[in-house]
C-alpha cells in the first residue's frame, strides 16, 4: 500500500494511525510526500518507507508559477510511476501532496482510495475523486461537496491508538498528566491549543481570560502556545491571581491533555475534533477565519449541530468573551456532560479500522 499526503501534521497523524492499522494486517505500507513536511521525519521513524516527491499547492491566482504548474505536476507524476507500479492500491488522504501519486496511480490502472479529513472537500480530493473507487469522509457533509458519482461512506478520521486509548484509561493518564505537567487533582482543568504551531489569537485570548479568571482557585488552565508565542501566555502567568496557569510550546504526548481535560478550546481542524470527540470531551471551537472554503467552520457547525461543541468566530474572540463562555459552561455541569456525551457519541475511534477496511477491499 502506497499513501499519499502530507504537509501538516493534521494530514500526517492521520496517515499514520491508517498505516499502522495496515501493517498490522500484514500490508506493506510506504509513504509519498515532500522532504519539507512532518511526514519525512515521522514516517521513517515508525519504520515506514518514505519517498519524497516534488508536490507544490495549486496556484489559484495567475502568476509565473501557475504557468510552471502544468509541469511541475507532470515531472511528479512521472516520478511516482516506479513507486506506485509495485503498489496494489494507493491512498491519498487530501491535500496537494496526494495528486501526483493518485495521477500515477490511475495512468498505472493501480486502484485509488481516498479520505477527505474536512466538512468541506478540499480541491485534491475534489479534482481525484473521478478516479477513486471508494472514498472516507470524516464528516457526512463532505458528501456534498464532491462529484454526485463518488462512492463516499462515512469513516471517520483515523486517530492514533495512545488518544483513543484515552476514555478507557482516562483515571491513570490524568494522573500521569498531573506529575508530568505540573497540574492539580482539585482543580478543574481547561486545555487551550491552536494546532502544532499554535495559535496567537487563542493563545492572546486565553493569556487574557486566565487574567479575568485570576480569583478562580479552583481552576488551571493547560495552554499548548506553539514556540513562537509562549512569552505572551506566561506574561498572565506572573499576575499573581489564584488560577493555575500552565504553558508549554509543544506536548508530545496529546493523549495527557485530554485526559487531564475537562474543557477543550481549540481551533476547528480535521484532526483536532477527531481527537477531541474521540476522547469525548465539552470543547469551545474557535474555527480559523482563513481557512480554504471555510471548512474550519463548517467543521465547527457540524460538531455544534451535534450538541458536542460551542462555536465562538474569530471576530467574536476577546478575552472577556472567552473567559465568560469558560466560566458559564463550568458553571453549568449538566450542560457540560451532556456535550461530552454527544462529542463521544459523535467520535469515531474505530476510524482507522474502517478506512483500512475500503482499502483493503479495493486491492481485491
Not at 197 to 205: L, M, P, Y
Not at 271 to 300: D, F, M, R
Amino acid at each position: 500500500m502506497v499513501i499519499a499526503g502530507g504537509g501538516t501534521a493534521g494530514h500526517v497523524f492521520p496517515a499514520l494511525a491508517l498505516a499502522r492499522r495496515l501493517r498490522a494486517a500484514g500490508a506493506e505500507v510506504a509513504f509519498a510526500g515532500t522532504q519539507r513536511g512532518p511526514e519525512a521525519r515521522l514516517a521513517p521513524a515508525e519504520g515506514f518507507g518514505f519517498t519524497a516527491i516534488e508536490a507544490r499547492p495549486v496556484p489559484r491566482r495567475p502568476s509565473a508559477d501557475a504557468v510552471r504548474a502544468p509541469l511541475v505536476a507532470a515531472h511528479a507524476v512521472r516520478a511516482c510511476r516506479p513507486l506506485v507500479e509495485r503498489a496494489d492500491v494507493v491512498v491519498g488522504m487530501g491535500g496537494y501532496v496526494s495528486v501526483p501519486p493518485v495521477l500515477a496511480a490511475f495512468a498505472a490502472r493501480r486502484p485509488v482510495v481516498l479520505h477527505e479529513q474536512n466538512a468541506v472537500a478540499g480541491l485534491a480530493n475534489r479534482l481525484c475523486a473521478r478516479w477513486a473507487r471508494r472514498i472516507g469522509l470524516s464528516f457526512a457533509e463532505a458528501a456534498a461537496t464532491l462529484p454526485r458519482r463518488a462512492r463516499a461512506v462515512v469513516t471517520g478520521n483515523p486517530v492514533r491508538e495512545e488518544i483513543v486509548a484515552v476514555r478507557e484509561r482516562r483515571a491513570e493518564l490524568a494522573e500521569t498528566a498531573r506529575e508530568a505537567l505540573g497540574l492539580e487533582a482539585a482543580r478543574r482543568t481547561v486545555v487551550v491549543f491552536g494546532g502544532s504551531q499554535g495559535a496567537r489569537r487563542i493563545d492572546e485570548a486565553a493569556a487574557g481570560a486566565a487574567r479575568l479568571l485570576g480569583g478562580r482557585g479552583d481552576l488551571q488552565f493547560l495552554v499548548l502556545t506553539g514556540e513562537a508565542h509562549r512569552g505572551l501566555v506566561e506574561e498572565a502567568d506572573g499576575a499573581g491571581g489564584r488560577l493555575l496557569l500552565r504553558a508549554l510550546p509543544f506536548l508530545d504526548r496529546m493523549e495527557l491533555a485530554y485526559a487531564a481535560a475537562d474543557l477543550v478550546v481549540a481551533r476547528a481542524g480535521a484532526s483536532s475534533i477527531a481527537e477531541i470527540t474521540v476522547c469525548g470531551l465539552p470543547a469551545i471551537l474557535v474555527p480559523y477565519p482563513y481557512a480554504t472554503a471555510g471548512h474550519q467552520e463548517a467543521n465547527a457547525r457540524a460538531l455544534e449541530r451535534a450538541g458536542a461543541a460551542a462555536v465562538l468566530r474569530d471576530v467574536e474572540l476577546t478575552p472577556r468573551v472567552l473567559g465568560t463562555r469558560i466560566a458559564a459552561l463550568l458553571e453549568d455541569p449538566a450542560t457540560l456532560a451532556r456535550m461530552a456525551g454527544r462529542a463521544a457519541a459523535w467520535g469515531k475511534p474505530d476510524a482507522a479500522a474502517r478506512v483500512a477496511e475500503l482499502v483493503e477491499e479495493a486491492a481485491w
